[in-house]
């Protein structure tokens, strides 16, 4: 027996710890590993795959990135937002059966996001044997509590505040730094309260530059000279301030340069110096943290377990501290949000963290 995987949209630390799960399960099994390339895009005739034994995957579970490789873009790439309808393309489709059929590939494990998932929905309708392993940094996906690579981008995070307090407290100065986040602020708000930031702004809650300035000024009376601020790149920021490129709260968002932004402001309003930094792409590279690579094995092991089972459509997920699994169609096309009121938004408030309202 044979099983396909392949990782698909933004890389995450953990995925290499997929692999190495899903390499080490099945071969517990006697089943072989094909391992597509570049995601979709490796299924596409002749094929680019490479075959996987465990002495191929020896050391990379505490590699970052993917040995691999993965992309966002391509034939495959699905149009999320538009119901769980992925529409890739018949021939694409009839193109990549081919390799699937001529490899005797008995089920294809996808580690991807929503638009990657939404894109194995599509083909699982149409008779693939298709697993899912959810995958991302921001850890929005529906249907699973948590997802690998978060953690490590956290942590990120919080090393990034780590330093900038330092330089902040020398200078006085407010710091704003700008994280991952398009639509959620899970990265923003665990980086914001583990690394000790005083302000945290994200896409679910519209904030005021007058609250924010009126934090930071306070702050400055009791003698706490500098503050650290969290910008997630997707943060509701107030009407009429920059133009809307990606809009889910009443406000408006503008994807990168956010922080400069809220700098800018938060420096006129309080007249105190402030500068931004924007974290970017180190919050993803890097090694996965132990909790990452717990999480990325457990996952590929339970995607075998699937796979031998012959349980498809289904999505690996984390509940409960158990791993298990869910219908594809529970996880896509609906982001999991940071909630307002939740027990979290409300304990950060409770220690003095200003959300900006
Ligand atoms: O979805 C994960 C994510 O890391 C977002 O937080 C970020 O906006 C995006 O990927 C960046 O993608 P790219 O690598 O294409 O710039």
Redesign the pocket.
């Known amino acids: 027996m044979r099983i396909g995987i392949l990782n698909s949209?933004?890389d995450c630390p953990g995925l290499n710890a997929v692999i190495h799960g899903v390499v080490g399960a099945a071969d517990q099994l006697g089943w072989e590993v094909i391992g597509f390339r570049d995601g979709f895009e490796g299924l596409l005739p002749p094929g680019d795959y490479t075959i996987l034994k465990p002495k191929d995957t020896v050391g990379i579970l505490k590699m970052g990135g993917t040995i691999l490789g993965t992309t966002?873009k391509g034939h495959f790439a699905a149009k999320v937002g538009k119901g769980d309808i992925a529409e890739v393309p018949p021939e694409i489709v009839a193109k990549a059966k081919r390799t699937m059929e001529q490899l005797e590939i008995s089920a294809l494990v996808i580690v991807g996001?929503d638009g990657s998932l939404t894109t194995g929905l599509q083909l699982y309708r149409e008779g693939w044997p298709i697993i899912g392993v959810p995958k991302?940094?921001?850890n929005d996906l529906h249907a699973t509590a948590m997802t690998f690579g978060f953690d490590s981008a956290v942590n990120s995070v919080v090393d990034g505040l780590d330093r900038l307090q330092t330089t902040a407290d020398s200078h006085k100065r407010v710091m704003v730094l700008e994280v991952?986040?398009?639509h959620a602020g899970w990265?923003a708000l665990w980086g914001g309260i583990a690394g000790g930031a005083s302000v945290v702004l994200l896409p679910e809650i519209p904030f005021s530059y007058e609250k924010v300035a009126e934090h930071i000024k306070a702050r400055d009376a009791q003698g706490y000279h500098s503050t650290l601020v969290v910008v997630a790149?997707?943060a509701c920021l107030p009407q009429g301030d920059i133009v809307s490129v990606d809009a889910n709260c009443g406000g408006e968002v503008r994807?990168g340069g956010v922080g400069q932004v809220v700098a800018k402001r938060l420096e006129e309003l309080t007249g105190k110096e402030t500068r931004s930094c924007t974290l970017g792409?180190l919050q993803?590279g890097g090694a996965p943290t132990s909790l990452d690579r717990i999480l990325g094995m457990r996952f590929g092991v339970m995607a075998v377990k699937l796979a031998s089972e012959g349980d498809f459509g289904r999505m690996v997920s984390y509940q409960s501290y158990h791993v298990g699994s869910v219908p594809i169609q529970e996880a896509v096309n609906k982001l999991r949000l940071v909630e307002p009121d939740s027990e979290l938004v409300q304990a950060a408030r409770a220690v003095g963290i200003c959300l900006g309202e």
């Open positions: 949209g933004g966002n996001g991302t940094i921001d991952m986040g398009r990265i790149e997707g994807l792409h993803r």
